[in-house]
């Protein structure tokens, strides 16, 4: 929302600094995101007046100017407008300075004359839309006034964010009540009536709401005999300062009350809607199947049956909150405006522009709740207007469907239950006054002041919403700074949540950054990388997206982890070490709410670092991943944990496993298939990882077995062993610790190695063996034995030999 201090000043007495009204307004909640200057966008723009008009001696077209700016010289200026004399004054732009659309004005010769600057019409400096000539000031203008301040362009404007619940500050009328209730200024809110001559609208136009649920209210007005044309000048200025091009002012007047009110309008020709018993006979109902509506835009629109909609006799011709119909367009030909005011089911207008991609100015207010009392006075401020402005006559009346009438709320606030919450001492005169200048009706009886909220207001709807408003008007300032009050009580972490931080700061440690990817994924997704969902498993899917690539909620961290990888690559950066914990979701059929699983994931490309010129770095692969996950066992205490084998479409065959722990599955681990790399356009390897963070925590152990230093000193031995390819690092450990029996203190492999020497269809695990008898020192022949029994026993077990 864009708020105009100057229009402001129109509605409320604002005698603050700019820096001070934003302070105040940030204070109340409604946060301000930045602060504009108007007129800063035309400097170098001074009144001018124009001395000397001579033919250019090489083109019909053309004037050569002399014009006096108040410098100490006047300027040569070569214009081919042909709407000015000698003596006007008009805008002139001098050399250096950058107009609205983005031209620099510079010295230039045309046709063979300097010119030193430009004489303008008001379409260059963004102020109107006449082309045809230029801008004719008025003769008592300044010469050599900055011409932003002479035509009260200097101007600031706030952009401010306003939260869902508060639609009532989506107005300049709205924000004007907010700064009038925390300065304890009087507040001119906006409002008129026009004057109606000819035959009731009643006798011309019907309205019929099929259902009430998805249109409260509709209401319309008939102005005949209109002119479209331009707006005047501060009917443009309103509208440009508000965020909105001007188009005419019929166009506009809707655009300005909306701004003024929050009440979005839409104007129709009249001459264009069909006619039912001798009357302008308007709709509204929902889509029916096969129907279509072209928009203003030119766009045909096939229309889903929830799609609210405005029809006549002929058909659609509106999408209802969202945008009108070609056929219905307000032209230069138009003389009769049906005018549109009405209130619409939030959901179904955020559906419909969603659904479509037409997001407004109105749809944004229609999604978050437009007053329904309110109709009838913003249909006739704008007739008003365009009665003024457009010299149309209005039809006596306001045509109103109303089938339900919206009361406002009444709700009981208790002056000691204020004070209690708030610690604060506040009297009911206090109350009172700070809800009253909020347009709140309040009644006193006792102790307890019952409190109208006027429909404008949808967000207030209990006790506690009247106590918030009322610290936020009397300034948290002003509260009273107290300790809470409690006995024994301790805040603190659980057994949970802390194991948790010592996950996330045993993977920092190991090198591995946090990561926070969408919880919103694409729905392509699950075929892209070839994701197997259990029996009866689905994705989640969004009743109102963002947008068709996130309108799933993610099943694995897979793809964003993958995308987050893509994104660093394509940067430049090569070495991606990034771990996530969070949650993915699943449903089944007929299951109302969806299952939710917390995850701990990993993703790791490129090499830990970069030794230098004369040696390379070692990419990153599965035992990296099984490196980080090994750290993570350690740091629970989790003793019982291994990887076995899997085939997973979305990775490498080979190199591939599932993760245990006590036997029972709880993730995955493995490099990333190279066709799924290329749907995501990263560059392998990449070994990712995906473990429920559930069992991981229930297997934790607090305690642990207290291991003294050993005493004695251990022998290490390598061992070599050639065995088939289809055995695993996994059986092969497990052979040889079987075989080794209690001296055998520590199995590492530390080489997998095949090529030459090896042969085909093999390969050479390469162990680190340690022997250690924590009670004394081994001799030389029993550890040859050891190690010989190993040799033996490990090489029968896995079919293999030792490596010459």
């Known amino acids: 929302m864009r708020v105009s201090i100057s229009w402001l000043r129109e509605l409320v007495d604002v005698d603050l600094p700019t820096a001070a009204l934003t302070d105040l307004l940030d204070m109340t909640g409604t946060k301000v995101e930045a602060v504009h200057t108007l007129g800063a966008a035309i400097e170098g723009v001074f009144v001018g007046r124009i001395l000397t008009k001579e033919r250019h001696p090489d083109a019909e077209t053309l004037w050569v100017t002399t014009v006096d700016v108040g410098g100490p010289e006047t300027l040569q200026i070569v214009c081919g407008a042909q709407n000015f004399e000698a003596g006007d004054k008009v805008p002139v732009a001098v050399l250096g300075a950058t107009l609205p659309n983005g031209m620099t004005i510079k010295r230039a010769k045309l046709r063979g004359v300097v010119s030193e600057g430009m004489n303008c019409s008001g379409t260059e400096l963004g102020i109107g839309a006449d082309a045809s000539g230029l801008l004719i000031l008025a003769a008592d203008a300044p010469v050599g006034m900055p011409?932003?301040?002479?035509?009260?362009?200097?101007?600031?404007?706030?952009?401010?964010?306003?939260?869902?619940?508060r639609p009532d500050c989506l107005s300049m009328a709205g924000v004007a009540r907010e700064v009038g209730a925390v300065t304890g200024k009087p507040v001119r809110l906006p409002g008129g009536k026009p004057e109606e001559s000819g035959s009731p609208i009643a006798q011309r136009v019907s309205i019929t709401i099929e259902d009430a649920d998805l249109c409260p209210r509709y209401t319309a007005r008939l102005i005949t005999g209109v002119k479209i044309g331009p707006?005047?000048?501060?009917?443009?200025?309103?509208?440009?300062?508000?965020?909105?091009?001007?188009?005419?002012?019929i166009v506009d007047i809707t655009n300005y009350v909306m701004f003024e009110m929050g009440q979005p309008l839409h104007a129709f020709d009249a001459a264009t809607l069909g006619v039912a018993d001798g009357t302008i006979a308007i709709g509204v109902r929902v889509a029916r199947a096969g129907e279509t509506l072209t928009t203003l835009d030119g766009v045909k629109r096939e229309l889903a049956a929830d799609t609210l909609m405005i029809t006549d006799p002929s058909g659609v011709i509106a999408l209802a909150g969202v945008m009108g119909g070609e056929t219905t367009e307000v032209s230069d030909a138009t003389v009769d405006i049906l005018l549109e005011s009405a209130c619409f089911k939030p959901a179904?207008?955020?559906?419909?522009?969603?659904?479509?991609g037409l997001i407004s100015e109105a749809s944004q207010r229609f999604e978050r709740g437009v007053d329904p009392n309110g109709c009838v006075a913003a249909v006739d401020r704008a007739a008003q207007l365009m009665a003024e402005l457009a010299g149309g006559t209005v039809a006596p009346g306001v045509v109103d469907a109303y089938p339900r009438t919206i009361e406002p709320l009444t709700l009981d606030l208790r002056l000691a239950r204020v004070n209690s919450l708030l610690g604060t001492d506040?009297?009911?005169?206090?109350?009172?006054?700070i809800l009253e200048r909020l347009s709140l009706d309040v009644k006193t009886d006792g102790g307890i002041l019952r409190v109208t909220v006027p429909t404008v207001r949808p967000d207030l709807v209990r006790e506690a919403d009247l106590i918030e408003e009322v610290v936020r008007v009397h300034g948290m300032g002003n509260v009273p700074s107290t300790l809470p009050a409690g006995r024994g009580r301790v805040g603190g972490l659980t057994v949970d949540q802390r194991r948790r931080e010592r996950v996330g700061e045993a993977l920092r440690a190991a090198g591995l950054n946090e990561a926070l990817t969408w919880a919103f994924s694409d729905p392509t997704d699950a075929e892209r990388i070839g994701w197997v969902f259990g029996p009866d498993e689905q994705p989640v899917r969004l009743l109102n997206p963002m947008s068709v690539d996130q309108s799933v909620l993610r099943f694995s961290t897979l793809p964003g982890l993958l995308r987050a990888v893509s994104n660093n690559q394509r940067k430049g950066v090569a070495d991606v070490h990034l771990y996530e914990m969070g949650a993915v979701w699943w449903t089944s059929p007929g299951r109302k709410q969806p299952k939710e699983r917390a995850v701990l994931a990993g993703v790791l490309a490129g090499a830990w670092d970069h030794p230098g010129w004369?040696?390379?770095?070692?990419?990153?692969?599965?035992?990296?991943?099984?490196?980080?996950?090994?750290?993570?066992?350690e740091?629970?205490?989790?003793?019982?944990?291994?990887?076995?084998?899997?085939?997973?479409?979305?990775?490498?065959?080979?190199?591939?496993?599932?993760?245990?722990?006590?036997?029972?599955?709880v993730g995955w681990l493995g490099e990333v298939h190279p066709s799924v790399l290329g749907a995501y356009e990263c560059a392998g390897p990449v070994t990712v990882f995906e473990l429920q963070m559930k069992p991981l925590l229930k297997a934790a152990r607090e305690v642990r077995e207290f291991i003294d230093i050993p005493r004695f000193p251990a022998v290490k031995i390598d061992?070599?062993?050639?065995?088939?390819?289809?055995?695993?690092?996994?059986?092969?450990?497990?052979?040889?610790?079987?075989?080794?029996?209690?001296l055998l203190a520590e199995v590492r492999l530390f080489d997998v190695y095949r090529g030459t020497g090896v042969g085909a269809g093999k390969k050479s695990l390469a162990f680190s063996l340690t022997y250690r008898d924590p009670e004394r020192t081994l001799t030389d022949d029993e550890v040859s034995a050891a190690h010989e029994k190993v040799v033996r026993k490990a090489t029968a077990a896995l079919g293999g030999e030792l490596r010459a």
């Open 147 to 165: 011409f932003a301040e002479y035509h009260g362009m200097a101007d600031t404007v706030l952009e401010l964010e306003v939260t869902p619940n």
């Open 231 to 249: 707006s005047p000048d501060w009917l443009v200025e309103r509208v440009t300062a508000a965020g909105a091009r001007p188009i005419s002012n």
């Open 348 to 356: 179904s207008v955020g559906r419909t522009s969603r659904r479509l």
């Open 426 to 433: 506040l009297t009911a005169e206090a109350v009172t006054g």
């Open 614 to 633: 004369s040696d390379t770095s070692r990419a990153l692969d599965f035992f990296d991943g099984k490196g980080a996950i090994q750290t993570v066992a």
């Open 635 to 665: 740091e629970l205490g989790i003793a019982r944990w291994r990887v076995r084998a899997a085939d997973l479409p979305w990775l490498q065959p080979g190199r591939s496993a599932e993760v245990l722990v006590g036997g029972d599955v």
């Open 719 to 742: 061992l070599a062993i050639v065995v088939p390819e289809d055995v695993t690092v996994e059986r092969a450990d497990q052979s040889i610790r079987s075989a080794g029996g209690k």
